[in-house]
């Protein structure tokens, strides 16, 4: 079983060794095949190595391939190890990229990159393979490092575009910024502790008695700044809706089940350290806060519609991270995955309807697709139900799971979040209303509009029975039902709650009572943000207007807050002018003058030597016999 392990992340690698290296000689077919087999190799491995992990007892499973390096008290090995939270990871992140990798099939065929782009694919899942895998900091950080490498090749994939390869920039530099803060934070870990294995470390923790550590501290503030940066935290959330310049299965991959919850994994793999420094628990929850609420307003006012499918994943994003603020890790890693399922499946829809309209991405030229394009329609129908909030729907069970841990832990930050779960229902059923009712806007003949083909359909079927499905493994307590997931991280989450025995005032209990009225008053708020979009853009069919907006709030949410306006003030401006300072002072006065005045030092010294060099032998000799006889005369003087 052990073995098997390893083998996970081999797949995706060799998948990407043999496209990558022949992308330009093997048919499309062929490199399709190669990439879609790869990812299902190791979701089938993965699906195996969980069936025998539960028959077994469900005991840790780690293989340590070699010693990589020693210190004078520690060292790090190259090793994978696999737990309850690993599995549910590799089940979301094998089995939803498996599916990206069949959709990705039919959607780039007709690409000149097909062979290049199944090749990065493999590479990405790889990443985030030996990410989840990694059985110590430093391996996480190695597959964080590669999975945010994959993510500026596929985000400027299409190269040509001077814009996209702006967008892959600007990804690759906002995440370099947080993981300098996942670094500093293994640094502080391997000095407090002298390991960064995490079973070790959550021994260690287990014996510090007192609450915030400065160590602690600042470690966990640094793993913060890190999954600020992959998972879009603000202030570091700007780089995901510019990720949409990647083709639509690349947003799925990023924003859906992989990238984006690094951060959301790396902080529930350190609960035990979170739940030991609450301060930094308080700064999250309303980092979270108000990431879920910016994301939500600035989607209200988008009108192309992978960037409203863009800052949805930044608002859900940030309810993930209030359920960390509060403690409620399963709570967290449930959004994930319910999140996962109905994300993806918005996305590959959203390039379904861009595929089926030639890369129209627009809403507003949108409009009556509901008949023209009836399996996208159905699929999207039960994706927007589920970000709602709406029961029977997965999103429903872990929404109202966060918002019942959010209740019990802090009043405020509940009101807010749950006005922010109607906001979500508002502008993803704005975008529902506007792409697949009322009349055709677009300039495309109707003829030409066609329907998924079945290599794209079929992820679609799939991810949308997810969807409906999915949240019965977390069914509230109220219902009377075995909490499947919390069952199955309790062994995980061990340390939260010996800590919540020793200091329960850190952490919250919700009656059932409180649970019924939270679950209400969430399902009445959604179905008031729905009612709301129903009245403008299916009754008085509202349109978006094409005209830049003078209404100062739309002004405001149409420019996302002005935060790139306010990086390029504050940042960019200020380091490009220090950068010119320096540019002028050390490389054009001091190295380049002195690397030039060294060169014409040289000039000026060869031109004036070269007339000793007359080329007479006897010449050359006299100088030699002058000079021994001025050595002899210096050794002389010396020896008086």
Request: glycine share 8%; proline share 4%.
């Amino acid at each position: 079983m052990e073995q098997l392990l390893s083998l996970i992340p081999v797949f995706p690698l060799v998948g990407f060794l043999i496209n990558g290296l022949g992308f330009r000689k093997i048919p499309k077919g062929v490199a399709g095949l190669i990439g879609v087999a790869a990812s299902g190799l190791s979701f089938l491995v993965a699906i195996w190595l969980l069936i025998q992990y539960l028959q077994g007892g469900q005991q840790l499973i780690s293989v340590s391939l070699w010693e990589w390096i020693t210190g004078p008290s520690w060292k790090i090995d190259f090793s994978f190890a696999a737990d309850q939270l690993t599995f549910c990871m590799l089940m979301v992140v094998t089995g939803v990229g498996f599916l990206i990798h069949i959709f990705s099939f039919g959607y780039m065929h007709e690409d000149e990159g097909f062979g290049k782009f199944f090749a990065f694919l493999n590479l990405f899942l790889f990443s985030m393979l030996v990410l989840v895998l990694g059985a110590n900091l430093l391996m996480t950080f190695i597959g964080w490092e590669g999975v945010g490498l994959c993510s500026f090749l596929l985000i400027g994939f299409w190269n040509k575009n001077e814009a996209y390869n702006e967008a892959a920039k600007k990804a690759f530099v906002m995440n370099r910024i947080g993981d300098l803060g996942f670094l500093l934070g293994i640094f502080l870990i391997l000095f407090r502790f002298s390991t960064v294995q995490y079973t070790e470390i959550v021994t260690a923790l287990s014996s510090v008695q007192a609450l915030n550590d400065p160590y602690l501290v600042w470690a966990g503030i640094c793993f913060f700044i890190g999954a600020m940066g992959k998972s879009a935290q603000l202030p570091l959330f700007t780089w995901l809706p510019d990720a949409m310049a990647g083709p639509t299965p690349v947003s799925a991959l990023i924003h859906a089940a992989t990238m984006v919850t690094s951060g959301i994994y790396l902080v529930i793999r350190m609960n035990a350290l979170y739940s030991s420094i609450p301060m930094v628990q308080e700064f999250i929850l309303w980092i979270g806060l108000a990431t879920a609420i910016i994301g939500a307003l600035v989607g209200t006012s988008q009108n192309d519609i992978k960037k409203v499918l863009a800052y949805s994943t930044v608002s859900q994003l940030g309810f993930m991270f209030v359920a960390l603020g509060v403690g409620a890790y399963t709570a967290a890693l449930f959004h994930v995955i319910t999140h996962a399922f109905f994300k993806a499946l918005l996305f590959l829809g959203a390039g379904s309807v861009i595929h089926g309209l030639h890369e129209e991405q627009d809403i507003r030229k949108m409009g009556g697709l509901k008949k023209l394009l009836p399996l996208t329609y159905g699929v999207f129908l039960v994706a927007n139900l589920a970000i709602a909030g709406v029961p029977p729907f997965s999103g429903f069970f872990s929404k109202d799971e966060i918002l019942a841990h959010t209740f019990a832990g802090n009043k405020i930050a509940w009101v807010l979040l749950t006005i922010t779960a109607g906001i979500t229902a508002f502008y993803m059923f704005r975008l529902f209303f506007l792409v697949f009712f009322n009349e055709y806007r677009g300039n495309l003949a109707k003829e030409k509009i066609h329907d998924a083909p079945f290599s794209m359909a079929m992820p679609l079927v799939v991810l949308a029975i997810l969807s409906i499905a999915g949240g019965f493994i977390g069914l509230p307590e109220v219902f009377h039902m075995p909490h499947i997931l919390h069952e199955f991280l309790k062994p995980v989450l061990m340390p939260t709650e010996k800590l919540a025995s020793l200091h329960p005032e850190l952490h919250h209990a919700i009656s059932h009572s409180d649970e019924w009225l939270v679950m209400g008053v969430s399902v009445v708020v959604s179905l008031i943000g729905i009612g709301v979009a129903y009245s403008m853009y299916l009754s008085k069919k509202m349109v978006p207007d094409f005209e830049p907006a003078t209404n100062p709030l739309i002004k405001l949410t149409n420019g996302k807050f002005f935060f790139d306006e306010i990086y390029n003030v504050i940042i960019v401006k200020p380091l490009t002018l220090i950068a010119n300072i320096f540019s002028v002072l050390v490389d054009l006065l001091m190295i380049n003058l002195f690397v030039e005045g060294l060169g014409i030092f040289t000039r000026f010294a060869g031109s004036s030597l070269k007339s000793t060099q007359a080329g007479r032998v006897s010449g050359y000799a006299f100088l030699m016999v002058c000079s021994i006889l001025l050595f002899a005369l210096l050794f002389i003087f010396k020896t008086i």
